[in-house]
Nanobody, 125 residues
């Protein structure tokens, strides 16, 4: 059974950096994608970054491109998302998700199979 758990939420300042971790246990390593999504009460769920673990291929949405880095540690089976130069609009619930696949193109889907419970990020000036 696949379990996904995020950690690293909290309060951050504008211009600062955050670092979120995600552990996906029970996956068919390395045939899966790890995706980071975020959601606010007024917006739908936005996929902001993903990585295809088999090839370490990364993707970033325009909203975080140039400020975010996603990586995967194969030894620790942990994915990390760092976002620098935080802005007020980065405040949201952040979710990590895992999707089993042998195809990199699947990483762009929104309906990942396994989801964490989410971690809240707040931004103050």
């Amino acid at each position: 059974q696949v379990r996904v758990m995020e950690s690293g939420g909290g309060s951050f300042q504008t211009g600062g950096s955050l670092r979120l971790s995600c552990t996906a246990s029970g996956t068919d390593h390395p045939n899966y994608c790890i995706g980071w999504f975020r959601q606010t009460p007024s917006s739908g769920r936005e996929g902001i970054a993903n990585i295809f673990v088999r090839t370490n291929t990364e993707y970033y949405a325009d909203s975080v491109k140039g400020r975010a880095t996603i990586s995967h540690n194969n030894r620790e089976m942990t994915a990390t998302l760092q976002i620098d130069n935080l802005q007020p609009e980065d405040a949201a619930m952040y979710y990590c998700a895992a999707h089993p696949t042998v195809s990199r193109t699947e990483c762009s889907r929104r309906d990942y199979r396994y989801w964490g419970q989410g971690t809240r990020i707040s931004i103050s000036s």
